[in-house]
């Protein structure tokens, strides 16, 4: 059951799915977990279907477009802003805490990939969120400006930040907005891991959606270098904490690094076997995996 509602994170309204379980009462007390979306994605994707397989399970659920993406209100269009991502997980749970059937002392949170990391990010100053799971977690910062496995020269990177300093003064003295794409438009043989499987998720009719057109700023660069998911991890994390990742996943090392970082007493690593970091989006058997540990993990922490 899918309901289509709005919220406010600051100025901005969010677009929102809002899923309850098949014999919803309104005049009951729920658990409600909030749902984000990868880097480029939208709540119809991955995001969307984790919430509604968590709603059958009893939650209620949110999954939502963040700010400059999606049915979401915020220009300019197509900024990956991290800092306002945070935000917006913080203003999902305001919502939620409005709800008269949500039980507000059961609010835990789930993200995917770069939602992964902007989940784990608000989890570290907002305490009304109990309990904290990531699927194939990344920090964007790291990823965007560091490279796979921070194998990035610093050179490189602040030729990429000179790069967008140069494009922000194009476009404050009337320049069009530049943008490059998330993950490849194209491949070629070179292409392997996760940007290629992006591709494949993204741009083909696999999951493909008309709100995610697989566009980004550039000048968000300048805001995605300045940010860490993991910048208070060892001291502020301290909820629950289950990061699920595949095996054979190039971004593993997110979740292992989280694991053995965060301040919290009762975190687990979860590895998929012979999943890569796109299996967990949609592939049937690895998602079923996941749920299934997903509710054990909620059930524990949230189902009190």
Request: hydrophobic share 40%.
């Amino acid at each position: 059951m899918k309901r289509n509602v709005t919220f406010k994170n600051n100025e901005l309204l969010l677009a929102g799915h809002l899923y309850v379980p098949a014999e919803f009462d309104e005049s009951q007390k729920y658990p409600a977990i909030v749902v984000s979306h990868p880097g480029g994605g939208v709540k119809e994707q991955t995001a969307g279907l984790y919430a509604n397989k968590l709603s059958e399970l009893g939650y209620i659920t949110l999954a939502f477009d963040a700010s400059h993406q999606g049915e979401s209100e915020g220009t300019p269009r197509y900024l990956e802003d991290p800092f306002a991502r945070t935000e917006d997980v913080r203003a999902a749970v305001d919502y939620l805490t409005a709800l008269s059937y949500v039980d507000t002392l059961q609010i835990g949170a789930l993200g995917i990939c770069a939602g992964g990391g902007y989940t784990m990010a608000a989890a570290q100053t907002e305490r009304r969120i109990q309990a904290v799971a990531t699927v194939s977690l990344v920090d964007i910062g790291s990823l965007f400006m560091e490279g796979m496995g921070r194998a990035g020269p610093v050179e490189d990177q602040i030729k990429l930040l000179e790069q967008v300093s140069q494009q922000r003064t194009a476009e404050a003295n009337g320049g069009e907005i530049f943008y490059i794409t998330y993950v490849p438009q194209e491949l070629d043989e070179s292409m392997t891991g996760t940007m290629a499987e992006g591709h494949e998720y993204y741009v083909t009719a696999r999951g493909r959606h008309e709100h995610a057109p697989n566009r980004l700023m550039f000048t968000s660069f300048s805001k995605i270098a300045a940010f860490s998911s993991f910048s208070h991890i060892d001291t502020l994390l301290t909820q629950p904490l289950l990061a699920i990742a595949g095996s054979d996943a190039d971004t593993l090392y997110f979740s292992e690094e989280a694991v053995t970082q965060a301040a919290s007493s009762n975190k687990e690593l979860f590895i998929v076997e012979g999943a890569t970091h796109v299996a967990l989006y949609d592939i049937p058997e690895n998602v079923n995996r996941a749920v299934a540990k997903l509710d054990a993990f909620f059930t524990e922490h949230l189902k009190k």
